[in-house]
């Protein structure tokens, strides 16, 4: 019998996840099947528990039901309490299992697919929401020099900074701020400025030169923030197609027991950063 799984958000019809997960079923002989569920807004709760009465076996869960779905799982891992939201949950002997893996996959996007090592490096996260929160630790994980959350409003970042004070040194600071710092050697956009055509208020010089600067958001090309970042000196940019892949890779592993290989799937959904 083919295994279902599925995507939930709202709006959905954009999602990629159908068609990472269908290659990566094909890739590693998996007999499943994955479909994109919108659910209603203040739904999720009764559209997952449809979609699980009728033999679902997990899903992926994008926004803006993370929140929700971390609510709904039975037992949460350690990365799902310390982002305090879920993107991944596994059906499994009655109990629902919350995941997130964005941090994950992000860091395994940045090390292994762009070759980048985070030990001893300055990283600079702008925006303190909850894509933030989730890539906080998995940063940490790594032991930076330093990790410094910049946000238009610094008593959000400073919050994110007290939640993870005890996983490695991090500081909080407001944009403005930063023209008074030394650069930074990974610079992670996680705020939305992009969606509206828009770049945070984060100063040229916070860029080193040669720097890693890295978009959270995927399919849009030369963001206004990775053009600022070439301009300012920047050696490499990257958007989020690859901590996509890589997130989704770890919780096919998690419910498949395989990972599959990323490579092929990434280049194939990248857009040129141009």
Known sequence: MTDAYAVFGNPIGHSKSPFI????ARACGQDMAYAAIEAPLGGFGSALAAFRAEGGRGANVTAPFKLDAFAAADVLSERARAAGAVNALKFEDG???????DGL????????NLGFAVAGRRV??????????????AILERRPALLTVANR????????VEAFAALGPLDACGYEALARRPAYD?????????WRGEAPPAPPSCFARGALA?????????TPFLAEAKTAGAGQLAD???????????AFAWWRGVRPETRAVIAELTVPLV
Do not use: C, W
């Open 214 to 222: 890295v978009e959270l958001v995927y399919g849009r090309g030369l």
């Open 124 to 137: 600079l996260l702008l925006g303190a929401g909850g894509a933030a929160r989730g890539a906080a630790p």
């Open 240 to 250: 989020g197609v690859g901590m996509l892949v890589e997130q989704a890779a770890e």
């Open 21 to 24: 997960h269908a290659a990566f």
């Open 153 to 160: 409003d610094e008593a959000k970042a400073a919050a994110l």
């Open 186 to 194: 990974l610079v992670l956009n996680s705020t939305s400025a992009s």
């Open 95 to 101: 109990r629902t299992l919350g995941e997130n893996f």
């Open 105 to 112: 996959g992000l860091l395994r996007d940045i090390e292994v």
